[in-house]
């Protein structure tokens, strides 16, 4: 073997090595800080612990595989093109037959970073009405108020309108005052001095009372309050209301 060929090619693959070692420091810095910068930025937004170092080894390992695929550009050279559509086209066909998986997989990871709802909260979705019980990357867990459990795939709260039912601290109900058409009308300090007696039922936005129909000597009130717990709240709320106005009906729906 010619001496001077084994020369050059010590000397081109010593010099393949130094880059080699040089990108891998190099990626190995840039790693640990993408995984740093994301899991703070996770942090300033509140998402759970499991997700936050979840993406962040999933940044890193991205800056990872860039590092790998160059060192392999360093040592292959004209090889490389070749590797690389290998790894595209294993790509293509894992994505493809993995895709439901992978859909619900990254709308898990949606949903425990942005947060719509969470666990306890009640919500609706596609047709399906319970409380939160888990939320993990693939599916989420209700339990509806008949004790079934419903599991959802994390990709329907990507294409499905959900309902979030306790995301604010009150929510309204209604019932309908029904009083004779010659009798004195609902006022609307009447309905707040009846209502704000009943535990549970929020001071503010106050008890209203609107006059929707007068028919058949009957006028019909539409009387709405809020309340933290608007089901709880509602049977002690009729009773106060039959109370203030026993000449009349009152009833919901």
């Known amino acids: 073997m010619d001496p001077g060929l084994v020369r050059e090619t010590v000397i081109d693959y010593t010099v393949r090595t130094v880059w080699a070692l040089l990108v891998s420091a190099v990626a190995l810095l840039i790693a640990r800080g993408v995984r740093g910068t994301t899991m ?8 759970q ?24 550009a360093i040592y292959t050279q004209g090889a490389f093109g070749w590797i690389l559509t290998s790894f595209s086209v294993v790509g293509i066909v894992i994505g493809l037959s993995l895709q439901d998986i992978l859909k619900n997989f990254f709308a898990g990871i ?4 942005e947060r719509p ?4 909260d009640t919500i609706e979705v596609a047709g399906y009405s319970g409380s939160v019980e888990e939320i993990s990357f693939r599916t ?6 008949d004790g079934r459990q419903v599991i959802v795939p994390n990709g329907t709260f990507m294409t499905s309108a959900v309902v979030n039912l306790t ?26 001095v009846a209502l704000l007696k009943v535990e549970g ?12 129909s007068v028919a058949d000597g009957k006028a019909q009130y539409l009387v709405s309050f809020w309340a ?5 709240a509602l049977a002690p709320a009729l009773r106060a209301l039959r109370a203030q106005f026993p000449q009349g009906e009152v009833h919901v729906g």
Do not use: C, H, Y
């Open 40 to 47: 703070r930025a996770l942090a300033r937004n509140r998402a």
């Open 49 to 72: 612990a499991n997700v936050t170092i979840l993406l962040g080894n999933i940044a890193q390992l991205l800056v990872f595989t860039i590092g790998v695929l160059v060192i392999l």
């Open 110 to 113: 949606w949903v425990l970073v």
């Open 117 to 120: 709802f969470r666990i306890g």
């Open 140 to 145: 989420t867990q209700l339990r509806t108020d």
């Open 167 to 192: 995301r604010f601290p009150t929510r309204r109900a209604s019932a309908w005052l029904v009083l004779p058409a010659d009798a004195k009308s609902a006022s609307a300090e009447d309905v707040r």
């Open 201 to 212: 039922v929020a001071p503010d936005p106050p008890p209203s009372v609107e006059l929707r």
């Open 228 to 232: 933290a717990n608007r089901d709880a």
